[in-house]
């Protein structure tokens, strides 16, 4: 797994080696990132802008949004040994000071009003393909109220899965690479 683009391009990312986390594939985030760069649909670049990464894992997404620009990403995983992963990630690429770590259940983080303060123009949601709360997760996210008026919600889901989403949660596009389906939407 390395970056694609951008300060950090070619640099090569440490990855758990259980079994529990899921990368994301090289030729889905690259995928992902060209529907955001290129797309009418989206409105801002990724460059400035403040990332959430829920469910971070590795941090694959986050660090490409970091070596693209971003100001800010802020990781969420509750499973140590991502963490662990996540904070070597951290060093190697020396960026600490453009990163936060929350080892916190993505639940109850949405729900921490000292964390609902923030506001994000990305938030990028890698559940385990297994988690069936997904409309629960995104109706959440909606009464949160972090994600920016411009912003996008990026779900990585199974394409095998047809999980229910809430009504205000607008589907700005969908694609599908291999067993991956990405989700574009906003509130």
Same mark, same amino acid.
């Given at each position: 797994?390395? !970056?694609?683009?951008?300060?950090?391009?070619?640099?090569?990312?440490?990855?758990?080696?259980?079994? &529990?986390?899921?990368?994301?594939? @090289?030729? %889905?985030?690259?995928? !992902?990132?060209? !529907?955001?760069?290129?797309? /009418?649909?989206?409105?801002?670049?990724?460059?400035?802008? *403040?990332?959430?990464?829920?469910?971070? $894992?590795?941090?694959?997404? $986050?660090?490409?949004?970091?070596?693209?620009?971003?100001?800010? %990403?802020?990781?969420?995983?509750?499973?140590?040994?991502?963490?662990?992963?996540?904070?070597?990630?951290?060093?190697?690429?020396?960026?600490?000071? #453009?990163? @936060?770590? &929350?080892?916190?259940?993505?639940?109850?983080?949405?729900? @921490?009003?000292?964390?609902?303060? #923030?506001?994000?123009?990305?938030?990028?949601? @890698?559940?385990?393909?297994? *988690?069936?709360?997904?409309?629960?997760?995104?109706?959440?996210? #909606?009464?949160?109220? !972090?994600?920016?008026?411009?912003?996008?919600?990026?779900?990585?889901?199974? /394409?095998? &899965?047809?999980?229910?989403?809430?009504?205000?949660?607008?589907?700005?596009?969908? /694609?599908? &690479?291999?067993?991956? /389906?990405?989700?574009?939407?906003?509130?």
């Amino acid at each position: 797994m390395r !970056i694609i683009s951008g300060n950090f391009k070619n640099k090569k990312l440490f990855e758990p080696s259980d079994n &529990y986390t899921r990368p994301l594939k @090289d030729l %889905v985030k690259e995928s !992902i990132f060209n !529907i955001i760069e290129h797309s /009418k649909l989206i409105k801002f670049k990724i460059e400035n802008c *403040e990332v959430l990464d829920l469910f971070s $894992g590795s941090g694959s997404f $986050g660090f490409e949004c970091i070596s693209r620009g971003a100001k800010k %990403v802020l990781f969420c995983e509750n499973h140590i040994p991502a963490t662990k992963i996540l904070n070597k990630n951290i060093a190697n690429l020396k960026c600490k000071k #453009n990163t @936060d770590i &929350y080892i916190e259940d993505v639940f109850k983080l949405l729900n @921490d009003k000292s964390f609902l303060i #923030n506001k994000f123009q990305v938030i990028f949601l @890698d559940p385990p393909f297994k *988690e069936k709360k997904i409309e629960e997760l995104l109706e959440n996210l #909606n009464k949160s109220n !972090i994600l920016d008026k411009e912003g996008i919600v990026i779900l990585h889901r199974n /394409k095998k &899965y047809k999980d229910k989403l809430p009504q205000k949660f607008k589907v700005i596009l969908e /694609k599908t &690479y291999g067993l991956s /389906k990405i989700i574009f939407g906003s509130f």
